[in-house]
């Protein structure tokens, strides 16, 4: 085990990091295979070897921009091929995302994240999304955005105008993406994360489990995510929201001990990247949670809503944070 200061850890572990090894996908579905409490142990040995255990990094994540999406993704409530109820909304103005963004700041949050239902913005899009990321980092904020596939020169406007990083996630298994979505190819995600990274920006990049997929199927999710080259600096593990009129909604449950392997699994192979509860910590019980901070997660997002999905209220993560003893990254912005 790494026995550096936990700062220096801290600090390591905030730098683009090269893919330490190649994970072929019958090693990932070995680590899944393994005792649950063995596993869980190990992934808690290597978290601890690269990060403060007692740290969780707090993002906020706003829909700016929701609804009417050409993708079908069959498990998102924004696809205009859905019928979900949800109604399609403009641009927020950015005098309304600020005042979020400076609430989500006062009740510690480090990192506000940003999205838009695009398949991809226009250039026009790109300049509108541009002030709004100027606007934000100016409150000392980190900034993320997912805003879909990305042209030639935008994440460059987009990295000039201070994002500190891109979202954009593989969602499942390379080997099933087109039984998921059928409007985009696996490849497409890869050409825009490599797009990216050339432009400089950090990568946050996981996916969603509990879409019926088998457990080699989730084996092949995380070794396509650790393979990437340098890993995500943030991987976002969600669990499936079922929404009433996507073709997922009557997904069968996913058994919480293999959501906690999958983050364990998820540690072990990209050590020094910051895990993610995302979507789905409705439906977590607290103890559930904490196994998941034991397993390796040491982020979640952080406010009362997700995209256009419902996520613990601010109050109740205090609460869950003081049980356990945890506390939240506190960001230093440049300068």
């Keep these: 085990m790494n026995t550096a200061p936990v700062a220096l850890r801290r600090k390591s572990a905030r730098k683009p990091h090269p893919t330490a090894r190649y994970w072929r996908k019958c090693q990932v579905e070995e680590l899944f295979e393994m005792p649950f409490l063995d596993l869980v142990y190990k992934a808690a040995e290597i978290h601890r070897a690269h990060f403060n255990p007692r740290e969780i990094q707090l993002s906020t994540l706003l829909s700016i921009k929701t609804g009417g999406c050409p993708e079908d993704c069959g498990y998102c409530p924004q696809s205009a091929h859905h019928n979900t109820g949800l109604e399609k909304s403009q641009m927020m103005d950015v005098e309304a995302i600020l005042k979020i963004a400076r609430t989500a700041k006062a009740r510690g949050a480090g990192r506000f994240c940003m999205g838009a239902a695009w398949r991809g913005p226009k250039p026009e899009d790109v300049k509108t999304v541009a002030e709004i990321i100027k606007a934000v980092k100016s409150l000392g904020l980190e900034t993320c955005g997912t805003f879909g596939m990305l042209e030639d020169g935008m994440a460059e406007d987009l990295k000039n105008a201070g994002l500190d990083y891109y979202n954009h996630n593989l969602d499942t298994d390379p080997e099933r993406y087109n039984d998921i979505i059928r409007t985009r190819a696996h490849e ?63 997904a069968e449950d996913l058994d919480w001990t293999e959501f906690v392997r999958t983050i364990a699994v998820a540690r072990i192979t990209m050590p020094q990247s910051y895990v993610r ?59």
């Design 277 to 335: 509860l995302s979507a789905g910590r409705t439906a977590m019980p607290e103890a559930m949670q904490a196994m998941c901070f034991l397993a390796g997660a040491n982020s979640i997002f952080y406010g009362d809503k997700l995209l256009t999905t419902d996520n613990p209220e601010t109050d109740s993560d205090r609460l869950l944070m003081e049980k356990l003893d945890l506390h939240p990254l506190q960001y230093q912005a440049a300068g």
């Design 188 to 250: 497409d995600r890869m050409d825009t994360l490599g797009k990216a990274r050339g432009a400089g920006l950090k990568v946050c990049c996981g996916g969603i489990v509990g879409m019926n997929e088998t457990r080699p199927q989730r084996a092949g999710l995380i070794a396509s995510l650790a393979n990437l080259d340098p890993q995500p600096e943030s991987v976002p593990i969600n669990q499936l929201v079922k929404v009433e009129g996507t073709p997922l909604a009557d």
